[in-house]
């Protein structure tokens, strides 16, 4: 016997959602010391949702991102780059299943230690 298909439902992701996913991930990599808000003029864009560092944007069920870091000394700026764009990509796109257009990186401040 087999059952009767039922109508699948929807599914909605908040953009609170991948804002922590973003966050999260971006934190994960080492090199990476702490997100830093992103300056005021860019929170104006349109569809945009801005939180701690990340500004999410989505378009036609695609997430695109911008993060904002501060690194620390003694890494390769463009190599940590590199690494969080592709882990937080790797990481929203498993985690929810929508493509990623692009994430950009923009390196706001080196933490050169002390307080």
């Known amino acids: 016997m087999t059952k009767a298909a039922r109508p ?4 909605t992701i908040a953009p609170d959602v991948l804002i922590s996913i973003a966050k ?18 860019v929170s104006n864009i349109f569809k945009s949702h801005r939180q701690n560092g990340v500004q999410i944007i989505v378009e036609n069920n695609s997430v695109y991102a911008d993060i904002y870091l501060i690194m620390e000394s003694d890494v390769n700026v463009r190599d940590v780059s590199h690494t969080v764009q592709s882990q937080v990509g790797r990481a929203i796109s498993e985690m929810v299943g929508m ?3 692009k994430i950009n990186i923009h390196v706001e401040n080196i933490h050169y230690g002390g307080s």
Not at 8 to 11: F, M, R, V
Not at 28 to 36: A, K, R
């Open 99 to 101: 493509d990623v257009g």
């Open 24 to 41: 999260l991930t971006a934190l994960s990599v080492p090199g990476v010391y702490q997100l830093t808000d992103a300056p005021a003029d």
């Open 8 to 11: 699948q439902g929807k599914t």
